[in-house]
């Protein structure tokens, strides 16, 4: 099972503040959907309570939570990040969807990194893990310039893991 990490991040590192996202960036959320319809969706509760709409369509989502009693439409619900995977252990592949928490815990797991980096800082108080070059190989990068529905550059870059 490939674990594939997935975010968009200012220049700080910055994903979120206030459990919102920094800023909306249409292409980022259409290429968020494109790489992971189909597919499986792991997320801390947080990040789920941050959906405008619940559970995302046309995938299996998985939330984390410490909460023993909670259900959630649409999701299952799993107390550890471990049981989590182990859920998903015949699937080609799943994707980390956030928060910091999430990201901070698995990173040291994952294959492969979807970034979405911001050219701009934010004020914030969620941040993705520190990106080790010497650990993690830019191996695509597609450049966005910033235009008239995109306040601000972006680029996709893939990331895998080196060693
Ligand atoms: N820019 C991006 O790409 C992106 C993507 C996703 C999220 N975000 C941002 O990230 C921020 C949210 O991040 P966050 O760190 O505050 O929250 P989070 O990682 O989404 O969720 C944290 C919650 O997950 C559960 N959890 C964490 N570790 C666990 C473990 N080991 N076992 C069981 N449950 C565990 C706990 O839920 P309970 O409290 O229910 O026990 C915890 O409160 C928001 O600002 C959001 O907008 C940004």
Not at 39 to 67: C, E, H, W, Y
Not at 92 to 112: C, L, P, S, W
Not at 113 to 141: C, H, M, S
Request: hydrophobic fraction near 40%.
């Amino acid at each position: 099972m490939k674990i594939i990490l997935i975010a968009a991040i200012d220049l700080n590192g910055a994903i979120g503040k206030d459990n919102q996202l920094l800023c909306h960036l249409p292409a980022d959320l259409k290429h968020f959907k494109q790489l992971t319809q189909g597919k499986t969706v792991i997320m801390g509760r947080k990040t789920f309570d941050s959906l405008p709409g619940g559970a995302l369509p046309k995938r299996r989502n998985i939330v984390i939570s410490r909460q023993t009693d909670l259900t959630l439409a649409n999701c299952e619900v799993f107390n550890s990040i471990d049981s989590a995977f182990a859920a998903c252990k015949s699937e080609d592949e799943v994707f980390v969807i956030g928060g910091e928490n999430i990201y901070k815990q698995t990173i040291a797991n994952a294959d492969v990194l979807e970034i979405t980096q911001i050219g701009a800082r934010f004020d914030a108080d969620a941040y993705f893990p520190t990106i080790d070059k010497a650990i993690w190989t830019a191996v695509n990068q597609e450049e966005h310039p910033a235009d008239d529905k995109h306040a601000y550059p972006f680029t996709f870059i893939t990331y895998q893991r080196s060693k």
